[in-house]
């Protein structure tokens, strides 16, 4: 697996607003997904697919720091062995590893930087 960023998020404090934004500026669209105010975004079409977006409220993956800006996610094939480089390379854990259902596992952590970043094991098909 090459490590790709397979997902970004844009974190908003009203969600409808950003989705109407997103479509008139760029023509990305929007399906809900999961919770409420949680959408997929498709940012591409049928000759180049994009990369896979998501809408959802503003939140804190740090404690008492706000979500900012694009948050991405990188696919990657060993959760566990990410997560040990990751400490071991100056990076801090910012959650535990959660399970999102028909997706994959995911965790968010802290580069040296302080930049939040998510590293998935997608779902494998069985």
Partial sequence: ?????SAFAINADDVQRARRFYEKVFGWRFE???P???YLIETGDKKDAGVTGLLQER?????GVRMVGFECTISVDNLDKTIRAIT???GKLATSK???PTVGTVVYFNDPEGN?????????AK
């Fill in 1 to 5: 697996m090459a490590n790709n960023v």
């Fill in 32 to 34: 809900p997904w999961g």
């Fill in 36 to 38: 409420p105010n949680f």
């Fill in 59 to 63: 939140r804190e993956l740090v404690k």
């Fill in 88 to 90: 071991a390379n100056g």
């Fill in 98 to 100: 959660a399970a999102i």
């Fill in 116 to 124: 939040v970043v998510g590293a998935i094991e997608q779902e494998r």
